[in-house]
């Protein structure tokens, strides 16, 4: 879906850091308790397990709290009529609180390029996020590897423009999130054209997905699971959009983030995802949204340099 390689190295300072935290917890939604649907609280392995609970980190075992922070990309997680967090992510998040026998609290941080810096803060134990994993990234946190993705293209439906490929994007108008990985794509595409990508960038994937709808742009590069399920699951006011399903680039993961001094954290959360995988709740949530076919079968952590492309 999305990825944050700018690194907060030296570059960047306290007063530039408690500033990006400001902006960011002005625009975080509420914070709320995850419980699972009763799809998901009856899935075989959704039960809690001790063993699991045992391996948490001290801090989180006795207060019973994982703060976790997300944004809204459907059907990864995004927000139905009421408010209430939904999707691939709330479903997981809510199954883990079962498994591990704490309160999962989960956050929206308003954009993706927050969800990097949730983790560094320290304000949050983690993040449940479609965002991609990379090499560059896993230099600053871990990255757990929870499912595939790739990118594709979306138009609005039947492509007037009969855009097939990158090429096609140059002297177009492409909306794209700030900071992600499809916008440096679509960056790196513009430079080999006679003519550049006009390109909009814009902070929040539902403002992404909206401007393509309303004509403000031609397209926009996105990642598979959001354009597939959006394609079938049209939100939003304006003329519906397709993905180009001929058109899969970048294959990788999406990876939940943990700091990197909170190993004990980490490996919990990967023995209890394996555990939904291997008792088959995570495949029948994946299901649920319609993205089995990028359903992961053995949890990793930090593999961006296995894929194909990173």
């Known amino acids: 879906m999305r ?34 649907d009763a799809d998901v609280a009856k899935l075989p392995g959704v039960a809690f397990e001790q063993t699991l609970a045992d391996r948490l980190p001290s801090a ?51 954009a993706g390029a927050a969800i990097v810096p949730a983790v560094l803060s320290k304000r949050f134990d983690m993040t449940i996020s479609g965002i991609n994993d990379d090499v560059e990234l896993e230099k600053q946190v871990d990255v757990i590897d929870y499912m595939f993705d790739a990118t594709t293209i ?8 009969g ?19 499809q916008a440096r794509l679509v960056e790196a595409a513009s430079a080999k054209c006679s003519t550049p990508v006009n390109i909009m960038s814009i902070p929040k994937m539902p403002d992404v997905l909206q401007a393509v709808r309303t ?13 597939v399920y959006t394609t079938e699951n049209q939100t939003g006011k304006g003329v519906g959009l397709q993905a180009l399903p001929d058109v899969r ?23 209890s995802l394996q555990h939904m995988v291997d008792s088959g709740a995570y495949k029948a949530i994946m299901e649920k949204w319609g993205l089995g076919p990028l359903a992961v079968t053995t949890v990793k952590f930090n593999d961006a340099v296995s894929m194909p492309v990173n």
Do not use: W
């Not at 703060?67 to 709330?90: C, H, M, N, W, Y």
């Not at 079962?98 to 309160?103: A, E, N, P, R």
């Open 215 to 227: 004509g403000r742009a031609d397209a926009t590069v996105n990642g598979y699971a959001t354009s």
């Open 249 to 271: 680039l970048a294959i990788g993961y999406l990876g939940m983030l943990t700091s990197k001094d909170n190993p004990d954290l980490r490996d919990t959360v990967i023995a």
């Open 3 to 36: 990825s944050f390689k700018k690194s907060l190295k030296g570059g960047l300072t306290g007063i530039a850091f408690a500033l990006l935290s400001t902006s960011a917890h002005a625009a975080e939604g509420t914070t709320m308790k995850m419980v699972p």
């Open 60 to 110: 989180i075992k006795d207060k019973k709290i994982l703060k976790v922070a997300t944004d809204l990309t459907p059907p990864i997680s995004f927000q139905d009529e009421g408010g209430k967090l939904i999707g691939i992510d709330a479903d997981i998040a809510a199954a883990l609180g079962v498994i591990l026998g704490i309160d999962v609290q989960m956050t929206n941080v308003g």
């Open 154 to 161: 979306m138009t609005i439906k039947g492509n007037p423009l």
């Open 163 to 181: 855009i097939k490929s990158m090429e096609d994007l140059c002297g177009k108008k492409v909306a794209v999130p700030v900071g992600t990985f």
